[in-house]
Nanobody
């Protein structure tokens, strides 16, 4: 059974930083990509950033230059370093792994940025 567990969320003032971590267990097939999505209050879930097994990264325009995604495919770990946080970054952040079995999701971690 695949399980993804996020950590590192919390509350921070605008301009601050947080680092999210996600550990996956139970994945015995190849991992094609790992990354993060978020769902702001009252809005749909959206891509934040992801990294492929080859190390290619992709970011939402709203976070480019502020957020950095990194990961360790072999250890099933993915991170999101978030700097210069803004109130509009407030959301539940979800870890995502794309494997040979399809998409797997964590339960989410809350990030709240106050002005």
């Amino acid at each position: 059974q695949v399980q993804l567990v996020e950590s590192g969320g919390g509350s921070v003032q605008a301009g601050g930083s947080l680092r999210l971590s996600c550990t996956a267990s139970g994945i015995t097939v190849s991992v094609n990509a790992m990354g993060w999505y978020r769902q702001p209050p009252g809005k749909q879930r959206e891509l934040v950033a992801h990294i492929t097994s080859g190390g290619v990264t992709n970011y939402a325009d709203s976070v480019k230059g502020r957020f950095t995604v990194s990961g360790d495919n072999a250890r099933r770990l993915v991170y999101l370093q978030m700097n210069s946080l803004k109130p509009e970054d407030t959301a539940v952040y979800y870890c995502n792994f794309i494997t040979g079995w399809g998409n797997s999701w964590g339960r989410g971690t809350q990030v709240t940025v106050s002005s």
